[in-house]
Structures are given as C-alpha cells and as structure tokens.
C-alpha cells in the first residue's frame, strides 16, 4: 500500500503557469513530425502535397497577423480587408517589414512593441515565455518572445535536420555556443538533447571554456558532432596542433555543423574539411526564424524546411519576386509562430534560389544556394556596390593568409575633394614563407572581383581576433567598419 509521505490527503490544485501543460504535445508532433517519422513521410512528399500545406499553414498564419496590431495597421494602411488573402499566391499582396520596422515598434510602446502586441503587465496571465534577442551591435538588442509551441516546435525543426545530417541517438554533440540571449546555442542543445537523445555538450563559448579545454572535454567524452561557427572550428584545429600537439582529426570526428556564409568557391568547407577530416554541412537561419535551411547529405544547396518556414527571394530594390538563380533579399513567413506572428519578414539577408529539381536525396524540399551577406552591409565606394562578405574566396584563395579579414573604409582629403576608400586587412600566417608579392596579387584579385581598387594591409596572424570578433567570443565575425561621417551618424541613430 502506497503512502502519502507529505502527510496530505488531498494535495490542491496548483493555480501556477506550468510549461507541460502550456502547450499540447501529441498535436505538436503530429503537425511537426519528429525527426525520423518526418524522414519517411514530409520529407518526401511530392511538390504539390507540399504546396497544398503551406497553403492551409499561410492562410492560418495570415489569420493570426489579422489579430495582431502592427500588421492589422500595416495590411489596413496596404489598402487589405480580412479574407482578401485566398491563397499563398496572394502572399505578394502583403507588405514586407524588416528590423527597422520592428525598431519603430519597440520605440513606440516599450519594451516588447505592437509587434509582439504585449506588455509587461500581461505576462502573468500569458503563461510561460522565452524572450531570445537579435541585432544588439549597436543600442538595445531586438527581443523576440517565444510561446511553449513556437520554443518546441523550433527545436523538433533543428532536430530534423541533425537527424537527416546523420546524428543519431547516443551520439556526443559538442556546442560551444553560449546558452544566451542569442538562441543558436539552445537551439542546437534542446534539438539534440529532447528530440534525437543525444548528449550535448553545453561547453559554450570560447571565453566561457578555453579552446584547449573544448578539446579535452571532446576528446574525453567521445565528441562525434561540433555546432559552432566556422572561425572558431578553424581555431579549435590550430589549437589542437600547436599547443596539444595532435591533430584534430584523430577525434573522428562524424560531421560538423556550421554556417558557411558566402563560401561561393568552396575554399571554407575545403579547409575544414581537410583539418577536421569530416563531412561539413552548412545552415542557415535567424532568431526570429530559427532554423530554416540546412544542408543534407548531397551538399548541393541548402533545402528550406518547407513544412515551417515559407521563404521568397525578392529584388533589393523593386521587392518583387526573381527567377531561379537570381540574387535577392530573403523573406520569411513562419507557419509555427503567433506571438508574435512572422509574415513577410524581409531579413536583408542576400540568397539565391538553387534548381528546382528534386535533390539527389530524393526530397523535393526547395533549396537556397548559399548566404551571400547582407543587403543592408552593402558599402557605396565611389558610385560602386561593394558587400564586404564578396572578400571571403579572394582571402582565402591564397594559403599564406589566416583566411581572417575586416573591411575599414574612411573618409579621406584629397586636395580639398572628399574621397571614400577602403583598405582591407588580411592576417598573414605565422609560417608563411614569404610575403613577396601577396599584397599585389590580393590587390589585383579583389579588384577584379569587386569592381574598383582598394588597398589591402597585411596584419601578423590572430591580431584581427579582437576586432573581427574571430577570437571565440559570442556572436557572427564583423567584417566591416565604416568610419564615414554619415555611417556613424546613422549607426548612432539605430
């Protein structure tokens, strides 16, 4: 016979906000599939059925932008009534917003905005919420909450494509990402550890846990998975060899998982690859969007994950929609988010649709072709178009050089005349035979890859770590820095 070991016969309810039951569980997993379930059925659906879900999903989604203040105001001021949306082919009807905008809403009622259409006082009776932040580099960063619902559904998303990467159940991950404001690095935690019964390494940052230490813990508990950024995977195998004397590779290593950036040459996933000795699978996503495209075993181009996030590829400028192939800003619509809804975000991110064939691993989830930075980190130099990530192949293109840069552009006098100019600094290696002739043969490569001249200095190796932020601190590397007059002012305003 069981006894009450608190001595209470009858326990009251409890009137708390309870996580479990702020969300329900069976539905979750049957709209979003579990890992290996989603293998075997979504992931292979064929177009149309793939098209007729995200229809139903958007149009669900629109529903709930209706109840929301900041598109109600927007889509009424667009000239939209309810019910004008019939279709995702309607979804070009509705207005697009970025960070700006959102800035302007936070701004205006303090401190979550009518985008998220909440308020302090209203926490209490909302249940449990997870706020994560983006952008931040400049004033307040941008909070964005998280429902029970939109907190799981993100992590079943990530688990998926770790899954369908090769983890497997047993399998060691190793995150050296800080569980923080930011949300990649309980993102890759609560994918791995709730949803494919891995064991993740929590081992955060580089300030957090040394890189020597990071490879001691791996190589002591049996790391198989890395998900971090690729600077500081190419650290941890400098690392390995020049002050543990081994080579990274005898930690057999199964797959790294990144973000590659606009690695269009391949130069990046060559180098780690080589130093690692392992598969590497690049990704890409947001805080407000989570994981949204990821690479499968083909490497042939990122697939969207079509069941949670529908993206568009729009024109920098007209805001309409561009073929196949063509270079365009990204714009999200997330199916599984209500608070707050996101419905046509135009992240600035510069991406290009891949071919719209089925890919080699039979699913027919559409892809992207790499991240190719940010339209709104575009620099004007002397009426010429210049995106500091475009540096990335001719950097990395010679094997004297780190692979490290930062872009500085100023404002100088010349005779009286205004001249903007841009030097671009490059980390040479320690060991690097010689530098005869490399900063010409940088010069001469950058300028027929960018369009005009720009200078380049040549730095002692690690010394950009601080200000290209590549030294294993929290957050993506910074590229550029915009001493200009009218940069600045509009930085400050930000």
Known sequence: MSQNLLGIDKQPASRLPIYRNAFDFDRLIREYPLPDVFEQTVWRWSPERIRALQTERFLRTVEAGWLNSFYRKRWSAAGLAPGDIRSLEDI???????????????????????????????????????????????????PTLFDAWAWEAQAVIAARALYIQGARPGDVIQIPMTASLANAGWLSYKASHEFLGMLPLTTGSGVVTSSRQQLEIAGRFGTRIWHCF?????????????????????????????????????????????????????????????????????????????????????????????????????????????????????????????????????????????????????????????????????????????????CIVNRIDMAGVPRDEMEVRIEVRKDAASRDGLRELLEQRLKDDLGLAVRVGLVEE?????????????GKPRRLIDHRPAYQNQKGQA
Request: proline share 6%.
């Open 230 to 406: 690729p600077e500081y995977l190419i650290r941890l195998a400098q690392v390995s060899q020049d002050e543990l004397g081994l080579d990274v590779r005898d930690l057999h290593t199964k797959f790294l998982r990144t973000y590659l950036g606009p690695d269009l040459d391949g130069s990046l996933r060559r180098e780690l690859e080589e130093r690692w000795g392992c598969p590497v699978y690049d990704a890409y996503g947001a805080n407000e969007i989570s994981a949204a495209a990821f690479e499968c075993t083909a490497q042939d181009g990122l697939h969207f994950m079509e069941d949670a996030v529908f993206m568009e590829v729009l024109d920098v400028d007209t805001g309409l929609p561009v073929e196949h192939g063509v270079r365009g800003n990204l714009v999200a619509t997330v199916f599984f988010r209500n608070m707050p809804p996101i419905i046509r975000y135009n992240l600035r991110d510069l991406g290009r649709m891949a071919t719209a064939s089925q890919c080699a691993c039979g699913s027919h989830f559409r892809r992207m072709d790499h991240f190719l930075g940010r339209s709104d980190a575009m620099v004007k130099l002397r009426g010429v178009n210049i995106y500091p990530m475009a540096c990335l192949p001719i950097v990395r293109s010679d094997a004297r050089t780190t692979g490290e840069w930062i």
């Open 92 to 142: 070009v009807k509705l207005p697009t917003y970025t960070s700006d905008d959102v800035k302007e809403s936070l701004e205006a009622r303090p401190p979550f905005g009518d985008f998220h259409d909440v308020d302090l006082l209203d926490l209490p009776s909302i249940g449990p919420l997870k706020m994560q932040t983006s952008g931040g580099t400049t004033g307040l960063p941008r």
């Open 462 to 474: 690690g010394s950009l770590a601080e200000l290209a932020n590549t030294n294993g601190r929290e």
